[in-house]
């Protein structure tokens, strides 16, 4: 598959299961929450519940002090360890890369701070006020309630600006952001999805795989 013209390329990435090698959020229900979340889950899965509803119902599973959830974040969550590298290899190239996430802003954050990632993010935000867990969504699109974070309004903006932008996931809610990028890097359930909806895309592991490609690009 050629890719684009290397000239006003920007570059969006999901987090969870992309820049890091594993789901943080699922990592964080998985220990903490009662086993009523994986039901919930397995609703997503089969698409009968959008982003949105499904991480609004799951995380209010949870309550309290977010200090263990984070303390265990740090012990489990992995870097990708290509990303800082991939990260560099962007900016040289003087491509935007922007971060837009189904996560919360309590790890998403906490993490990059830990890895000395400075990059922009799109990323719900969790509100803590002793009891369930709520979550809040400062990038959503209005009129929309499948995602959080609306990854397909980023996308557009950028390319109102007047870039050819490069899309980089994992999972569903990458799904909208991928039939409308003009290059997809997609792993895991989002390969499965590009399948399936026969869109053209790169497989890849890590971001090693994804900076060789577009090394290419001239």
């Not at 303390?71 to 003087?94: I, Q, Y």
């Not at 491509?95 to 790890?107: A, H, N, Q, T």
């Amino acid at each position: 598959m050629a890719g684009p013209s290397a000239r006003r390329v920007a570059v969006l990435s999901d987090f969870d299961g992309t820049i890091t090698r594993t789901d943080v959020a699922e990592a964080i229900l998985a220990r903490f929450a009662p086993p009523e979340w994986w039901e919930i889950e397995e609703l997503h899965r089969a698409r009968r519940l959008g982003t949105r509803e499904t991480m609004a119902r799951q995380f209010a599973l949870l309550r309290g002090d977010p200090s263990p959830w984070i303390d265990f974040v740090h012990r489990e969550a992995r870097l990708d360890p290509a990303f800082p590298s991939f990260l560099r290899f962007c900016r040289e190239r003087g491509f935007p890369l922007e971060i837009v996430s189904e996560g919360l802003d309590f790890y998403v954050y906490d993490l990059m701070k830990m890895w000395g990632l400075d990059v922009p993010v799109r990323t719900n935000r969790a509100v803590f006020d002793g009891g369930p867990v709520r979550i809040e969504y400062p990038f959503a699109e209005p009129g929309c309630i499948l995602c959080g974070t609306c990854k397909l309004r980023r996308l557009f903006e950028l390319r109102v600006a007047g870039h050819r932008v490069v899309y980089i996931g994992d999972g569903d809610s990458d799904l909208c952001p991928a039939v409308e990028a003009d290059v997809v890097f997609a792993k895991e359930r989002l390969a499965d999805l590009c399948d399936s909806e026969s869109i053209p895309y790169h497989r890849f592991e890590t971001f090693a795989d994804i900076e060789r490609e577009m090394r290419t690009w001239r």
